[in-house]
């Protein structure tokens, strides 16, 4: 069973530094998938972030490309997100989630995480 | 980026009633077309994939159709566990975008 678990401080300053980092168990980060990061806000609803696969390479929404880092060790098989200059329009609930690809370019959101509150405040 | 626009954005529905809600996207997305469900403080589970496969261990009574831009996702037979909030979520092209939600409520 596939289980990801977030981590990181649930308050960043404004104008600091989000900061979390995605666990991963029963798979590999050096699968065939993808391993995105999701945001939920009751605005904006869901929003997928970006994601990184086994080589390093990355997948970020331009909306947010200038601000976000994704990462993965799969030494410590995980994976993390850094979101620079975060204001209060960054509060949400974080997801870590697996972007599962299967034959005929389907990708889907297959596993998630608990997901993690992060609140930008002073 | 592509639009998803869920219709409607909440409805009201009985155990056992068929219900129905659509998902449109701005462009053409071929079959590339997941459905999620959330409960209320729960993470979203997806539930169709590939606009009509049911994922693994969802009941039957869930269905996904559409090709294209219109997609609809069905519950045949309403249970009171699916009362929730119900995603669609485009995988055409990055960025990956969701819809709004459709609230299903008693």
């Known amino acids: 069973q596939v289980q990801l678990l977030e981590s990181g401080p649930g308050l960043v300053m404004p104008s600091g530094t989000l900061s979390l980092t995605c666990a991963v168990s029963g798979d590999s980060t050096s699968s065939d998938n993808w391993w995105s990061w999701v945001r939920q806000t009751p605005g904006k609803g869901l929003e997928w972030i970006g994601e990184v696969n086994h080589s390093g390479k990355n997948r970020i929404n331009p909306s947010l490309k200038s601000r976000v880092s994704i990462s993965v060790d799969k030494s410590k098989n995980q994976v993390s997100l850094t979101l620079r200059s975060v204001t209060a329009a960054d509060t949400a609930v974080y997801y870590c989630?697996?972007?599962?690809?299967?034959?005929?370019?389907?990708?889907?959101?297959?596993?998630w995480g608990q997901g993690t509150l992060v609140t930008v405040s002073s | 980026d592509i639009q998803m626009t869920q219709s409607p954005s909440s409805l009201s529905a009985s155990v056992g009633d068929r219900v129905t809600i659509t998902c449109r996207a701005s462009e053409s997305i071929s079959s590339y077309l997941n459905w999620y469900q959330q409960k209320l403080g729960k993470v979203p589970k997806l539930v169709i994939y590939?606009?009509?496969r049911l994922q693994s261990g969802v009941p039957s009574r869930f269905s996904g159709s559409g090709f294209g831009t219109d997609f609809t996702l069905t519950i045949s037979s309403l249970q009171s566990e699916d009362f929730a909030t119900y995603y669609c979520?485009?995988?055409?092209?990055?960025?990956?975008?969701f819809g709004q939600g459709t609230k299903v409520e008693i």
């Open positions: 590939a606009a009509s």
């Open positions: 989630a697996r972007d599962h690809y299967i034959s005929g370019s389907y990708y889907q959101f297959d596993y």
């Open positions: 979520q485009q995988s055409h092209s990055t960025p990956w975008t």
